[in-house]
């Protein structure tokens, strides 16, 4: 027999066959989780791992509720990250209307997509699992910066092959509770799905699959990761703009010669480039060669487990 009873605070007792006791109380907003992962409802659910919470001002789901290691974090100085909802496995799908592109407008239409087996976590197989189970991912807020973390105002860390990339986000963090990993190219989908017509940074709507020259304002010379606030949408920043984001995809694109043959790495998002005609708009995904390239960076997520 089950007897669930709620106070006034939100707290649930469930009484389990008379005298065993399980309280689940829910996160509060600036309180690091300890003891198991919480969940937290406001706008839509959202599970809060052990070892974060979530930041004052930014606990509303649809609008991009972030979490960060450091407690009551107003002032930004922890790793932070956004949750994305999932709601059922088909949404958790690579969107087809985001196309392998060349430049702003070229789709390239003869290609072949493969996610690289290495770019799961330890004791993941299938990335679908631990998402849908929690029913979402959290992606990081920024592009992930020097010496491995996911904070604002620092250095982004750039010049770094794919499996280099790969390799690194996955020692961010790995317990039983919560694991990092690269954003792959479903995940980058799913973002882009939900950030898309929300409103930006600027007074704005922020259109994945429409550049602005604002977003963009560091010619060739990535900058700080977070400065740029019109490159912000659901809390999340330099979706568009600064370092282009390496994805864990290999492509077959049909090339046999020339300078692009061997392009074959994907990459996701814009770049720092305002008036080149590459790497555009937040849901392009283009190949290059697997350079370390000072606009080449990389961005984490975190699998609630």
Known sequence: MHILTVDNAGNKTETVKGPITVIKTPAKVGEIVTGENKEYTNNGTAIIPVGFAIKPGCDDIENGLVISDVANDVNDTGNQFVWIPVEDASSYQKNANYPLTYGKTTNITVYNSTELASRLPSDISDESIPVLKAKGFYIGRFETGNGLVSKKGVNVWASLTQATAIDQSKKFINNSYVKSGIVTGTQWDVCMNFVDGKDDGAGGKFYVKT???????????????????????????????????????????????????????????????????????????????????????????????
């Open 211 to 305: 550049g602005s020259t604002s977003r963009h304002t560091q010619a060739n010379n990535p900058t700080l990761s977070g400065k740029n606030e019109h490159d912000r949408v659901c809390n999340i920043y330099d979706l568009e703009g600064n370092v282009a984001e390496i994805s864990p995809e290999r492509y077959d694109w049909g090339v046999t010669g020339g300078t692009r043959q061997g392009w074959n790495v994907c990459f996701r998002g814009g770049a720092c480039y305002i008036n080149n005609a590459y790497h555009y708009f937040s849901a392009n995904r283009y190949p290059n060669n697997d350079s370390s390239s000072a606009t080449n960076g990389f961005r984490m997520v975190l699998y609630v487990m």
